[in-house]
Protein backbone atom coordinates (compact mmCIF):
# COMPACT_ATOMS: atom_id res chain seq x y z
CA UNK A 1 0.00 0.00 0.00
CA UNK A 2 1.25 3.27 -1.02
CA UNK A 3 1.25 5.97 1.52
CA UNK A 4 2.13 9.52 1.30
CA UNK A 5 3.11 11.61 4.26
CA UNK A 6 2.78 15.57 3.95
CA UNK A 7 4.92 17.88 6.67
CA UNK A 8 6.09 21.39 6.63
CA UNK A 9 2.89 23.62 6.76
CA UNK A 10 2.40 26.38 9.46
CA UNK A 11 1.12 30.09 9.76
CA UNK A 12 3.52 32.42 8.23
CA UNK A 13 3.23 35.96 7.58
CA UNK A 14 2.27 37.71 4.16
CA UNK A 15 5.72 37.77 1.82
CA UNK A 16 7.29 34.67 3.74
CA UNK A 17 8.37 31.60 2.97
CA UNK A 18 7.53 27.86 3.99
CA UNK A 19 8.64 24.07 2.70
CA UNK A 20 6.60 21.51 2.00
CA UNK A 21 7.88 17.97 1.94
CA UNK A 22 5.87 14.98 0.90
CA UNK A 23 7.74 11.04 1.56
CA UNK A 24 6.45 8.49 -0.58
CA UNK A 25 6.43 5.60 1.59
CA UNK A 26 6.56 2.68 -0.77
CA UNK A 27 7.59 2.89 -4.46
CA UNK A 28 6.19 0.33 -6.13
CA UNK A 29 6.24 2.23 -9.90
CA UNK A 30 9.02 3.01 -11.78
CA UNK A 31 7.65 6.06 -13.74
CA UNK A 32 4.75 8.68 -12.20
CA UNK A 33 3.96 11.88 -11.51
CA UNK A 34 3.55 13.87 -8.19
CA UNK A 35 1.96 16.72 -7.19
CA UNK A 36 0.37 19.23 -4.94
CA UNK A 37 -2.94 20.31 -4.36
CA UNK A 38 -4.14 22.41 -2.11
CA UNK A 39 -8.05 22.97 -0.31
CA UNK A 40 -9.04 26.46 0.71
CA UNK A 41 -11.90 26.42 3.26
CA UNK A 42 -15.46 26.05 0.91
CA UNK A 43 -13.46 25.56 -2.23
CA UNK A 44 -12.79 23.20 -4.45
CA UNK A 45 -9.36 21.53 -4.41
CA UNK A 46 -6.82 22.97 -6.84
CA UNK A 47 -3.51 22.01 -8.67
CA UNK A 48 -0.34 24.04 -7.54
CA UNK A 49 2.61 21.65 -8.86
CA UNK A 50 3.79 18.56 -10.28
CA UNK A 51 6.64 16.89 -11.45
CA UNK A 52 7.42 14.20 -13.77
CA UNK A 53 9.37 11.70 -11.39
CA UNK A 54 11.83 10.43 -13.77
CA UNK A 55 12.48 13.43 -16.05
CA UNK A 56 12.03 16.16 -13.50
CA UNK A 57 10.23 18.56 -15.50
CA UNK A 58 7.79 20.62 -13.31
CA UNK A 59 4.95 22.43 -14.19
CA UNK A 60 2.98 24.78 -12.32
CA UNK A 61 -0.25 26.69 -11.79
CA UNK A 62 -0.59 30.39 -13.26
CA UNK A 63 -1.24 31.55 -9.41
CA UNK A 64 2.25 29.97 -8.39
CA UNK A 65 4.52 30.70 -11.39
CA UNK A 66 7.41 32.68 -9.83
CA UNK A 67 6.90 32.09 -6.49
CA UNK A 68 6.67 28.21 -5.57
CA UNK A 69 9.29 25.96 -6.57
CA UNK A 70 8.78 21.58 -6.88
CA UNK A 71 11.62 19.51 -6.54
CA UNK A 72 12.70 15.79 -5.71
CA UNK A 73 14.94 13.70 -4.17
CA UNK A 74 14.86 10.19 -5.58
CA UNK A 75 17.18 8.70 -3.09
CA UNK A 76 15.02 9.95 -0.18
CA UNK A 77 11.67 9.06 -1.92
CA UNK A 78 10.19 12.70 -1.04
CA UNK A 79 9.06 15.58 -3.38
CA UNK A 80 9.15 19.27 -1.98
CA UNK A 81 7.22 22.62 -2.47
CA UNK A 82 9.38 25.80 -1.88
CA UNK A 83 7.01 28.18 -1.54
CA UNK A 84 8.04 31.85 -1.50
CA UNK A 85 6.48 35.74 -1.38
CA UNK A 86 2.88 34.14 0.50
CA UNK A 87 -0.02 36.00 0.01
CA UNK A 88 -3.01 35.14 1.70
CA UNK A 89 -4.43 33.41 -0.91
CA UNK A 90 -2.23 30.26 -0.58
CA UNK A 91 -3.87 29.67 2.40
CA UNK A 92 -5.28 25.97 2.40
CA UNK A 93 -4.42 22.47 3.26
CA UNK A 94 -1.86 21.30 0.59
CA UNK A 95 -1.58 17.21 -0.35
CA UNK A 96 0.41 15.62 -2.25
CA UNK A 97 -0.53 12.76 -4.58
CA UNK A 98 0.89 10.38 -7.14
CA UNK A 99 -0.17 9.75 -10.59
CA UNK A 100 1.20 6.17 -11.49
CA UNK A 101 -0.48 6.36 -15.14
CA UNK A 102 1.55 9.09 -16.30
CA UNK A 103 -1.91 11.25 -17.30
CA UNK A 104 0.03 14.46 -16.70
CA UNK A 105 -2.99 16.13 -15.73
CA UNK A 106 -3.84 18.86 -13.15
CA UNK A 107 -7.24 17.72 -11.64
CA UNK A 108 -7.54 15.74 -8.64
CA UNK A 109 -9.20 13.08 -10.50
CA UNK A 110 -5.70 11.90 -12.63
CA UNK A 111 -4.11 11.10 -9.67
CA UNK A 112 -4.28 7.56 -7.61
CA UNK A 113 -2.86 7.87 -4.28
CA UNK A 114 -3.20 11.06 -1.85
CA UNK A 115 -1.87 11.87 1.38
CA UNK A 116 -3.30 13.53 4.51
CA UNK A 117 -2.23 16.78 3.98
CA UNK A 118 -0.63 19.81 6.08
CA UNK A 119 -2.05 22.82 6.36
CA UNK A 120 -0.67 26.68 5.64
CA UNK A 121 -2.15 29.37 6.75
CA UNK A 122 -0.77 32.97 5.57
CA UNK A 123 -1.54 36.23 7.59
CA UNK A 124 -2.18 39.64 5.96
Known amino acids: QVQLAESGGGLVQAGGSLRLSCVVS????????MGWFRQAPGKEREFVAA????????YYADSVKGRFTISRDNVKNTVYLQMNSLKPEDTGVYYC?????????????????WGQGTEVTVSS
Open 51 to 58: INWSRGSP
Open 26 to 33: KRTFSSYV
Open 97 to 113: AVDDQLRGGNTPRTYDY
